[in-house]
């Protein structure tokens, strides 16, 4: 399975749009307009100024105004921080493989990734878990935020099994329960 295909397997790393947006921005090394990205990858504005927001927060992105000297506001261009191949081996880094690491067990590290995308990605591989699965999560322990990982836990039927803090991290163990 080549690395893209991969991106795309079931748990996804990336939402069919997302993947869309950095298989695009790939091609551009010069970057490209929100115009142009939304003509390429089908999608309106607002549900890509939302994904292009995303993928800043995880440093995958860069937007940088572009200076035309002419009337209007000027245009943002996007331009990928990284190759689409250097992201995915970041989130495969994180567990997002998905590998087993016994039978019905799987981990998941989330301190590699903003906070946003980890309650997205956490969302993809709890719904992805058949009764009786487990998943480990690992995540940073910055505050209260990880209350929002246990809150999507539950609209997904799934129990937590365990919860240890260590130092700057914090370890779930959920199960699926139905």
Same mark, same amino acid.
């Given at each position: 399975?080549?690395?893209?295909?991969?991106?795309?397997?079931?748990?996804?790393?990336?939402?069919?749009?997302e993947?869309?947006?950095?298989?695009?921005?790939?091609g551009?090394?010069?970057?490209?307009?929100?115009?142009?990205i939304s $003509? @390429?990858?089908?999608?309106?504005?607002?549900? +890509?100024y939302?994904?292009?927001r995303? *993928?800043?927060?995880? !440093?995958?992105? &860069?937007?940088?105004r572009e200076?035309?000297?002419g009337?209007?506001?000027? $245009? @943002?261009?996007?331009?990928?921080?990284?190759? +689409?191949e250097?992201?995915?081996d970041? *989130?495969r880094?994180? !567990?997002?493989? &998905?590998?087993?690491?016994?039978?019905?067990?799987?981990?998941l590290?989330?301190?590699?990734?903003?906070?946003?995308?980890?309650?997205?990605?956490?969302?993809r591989y709890l719904s992805?878990?058949?009764?009786?699965?487990?998943?480990?999560?690992?995540?940073?322990?910055?505050?209260?935020?990880?209350?929002?990982?246990?809150?999507?836990?539950?609209?997904?039927?799934?129990?937590?099994?365990?919860?240890?803090?260590?130092?700057?991290?914090?370890?779930?163990?959920?199960?699926?329960?139905?």
């Amino acid at each position: 399975m080549s690395i893209l295909e991969e991106a795309q397997s079931i748990p996804p790393i990336f939402s069919r749009l997302e993947f869309k947006v950095l298989k695009y921005l790939s091609g551009k090394p010069d970057g490209a307009t929100i115009y142009e990205i939304s $003509k @390429n990858v089908g999608c309106s504005f607002k549900s +890509l100024y939302i994904v292009m927001r995303l *993928l800043q927060k995880n !440093g995958w992105v &860069n937007c940088f105004r572009e200076k035309s000297g002419g009337l209007g506001r000027p $245009k @943002n261009k996007y331009i990928l921080k990284h190759r +689409l191949e250097a992201i995915i081996d970041i *989130l495969r880094d994180c !567990g997002c493989n &998905n590998v087993d690491l016994k039978d019905g067990l799987s981990f998941l590290n989330l301190t590699k990734v903003s906070n946003q995308y980890a309650i997205i990605l956490l969302r993809r591989y709890l719904s992805c878990l058949q009764r009786g699965e487990c998943l480990i999560v690992l995540i940073r322990n910055e505050g209260e935020w990880y209350r929002n990982i246990l809150e999507k836990a539950e609209k997904k039927n799934v129990s937590i099994v365990s919860m240890e803090f260590q130092n700057e991290h914090v370890r779930i163990i959920f199960k699926k329960t139905r």
